[in-house]
C-alpha cells in the first residue's frame, strides 16, 4: 500500500459546540493555513481562523440541520457558510476562491483538532498585534491575486 492511499484512509470526526451537527472528513487538507482577513475574524469572533479544505467526496455531514448565510466579499466573491442553528459554530463553508472545496475550521475537529501543519499564512495586514509568528511556508500580506471590486463598509475592510 501507499502512504497516499493510507492518508486518504485516515477519517477526521467534529461538529459544533452542542454535538448536534457532526461531520467526518477523509485524508489531509489541501490547501490549509490560517487566515486574518475581518471576514474570519467576524465570522469567527477571534483574531483569525485556522483553515483547513477537503474535496466534496471527502467530507460528509453525519447528524444535524444547518442553517446557511451567503455573502459576497469585497473581491466579488460568494461565501456560503453553514452553521448549527442552535449553538451559531459555523460548521463548514464554502468561498467561490476555492471551487467547489469544503472548509473547515480546524478548532472543530475532535482531538487531535490540529493534526495538520499550516502551508500558509493570508491577510497578515489584518493580523492581531498579539499574535506573533506562525509557522508557515507562505505568508501574504492579502490573498494571492487578490483584487478589491466592490465597496465595502470600513468595518469590514483589512487594514491598508
Not at 466573491?77 to 452553521?83: A, E, G, L, P, T
Request: hydrophobic share 30%; glycine share 10%.
Amino acid at each position: 500500500r501507499n502512504q497516499e492511499s493510507t492518508i486518504m484512509e485516515i477519517l477526521h470526526e467534529g461538529g459544533c459546540l452542542c454535538g448536534e451537527a457532526r461531520y467526518i472528513a477523509s485524508g489531509y487538507p489541501e490547501p490549509r493555513g490560517v487566515c486574518h482577513c475581518r471576514y474570519c475574524q467576524l465570522r469567527t469572533g477571534s483574531a483569525f481562523a485556522v483553515l483547513a479544505y477537503f474535496k466534496p467526496e471527502n467530507f460528509r455531514l453525519k447528524s444535524g440541520q444547518l442553517t446557511h448565510y451567503g455573502f459576497t466579499s469585497e473581491s466579488g466573491k460568494k461565501w456560503d457558510i453553514n452553521f448549527c442553528p442552535k449553538c451559531g459554530t459555523t460548521v463548514y463553508y464554502q468561498l467561490e476562491a476555492w471551487g467547489k472545496l469544503i472548509g473547515i475550521d480546524a478548532g472543530t475537529f475532535d482531538p487531535p483538532t490540529f493534526f495538520f501543519d499550516i502551508a500558509g499564512e493570508v491577510f497578515a495586514d489584518s493580523k492581531a498585534h498579539f499574535i506573533g509568528d506562525i509557522e508557515a511556508d507562505g505568508h501574504f500580506e492579502k490573498f494571492p491575486g487578490y483584487e478589491p471590486k466592490i465597496y465595502e463598509e470600513d468595518r469590514l475592510k483589512s487594514r491598508s
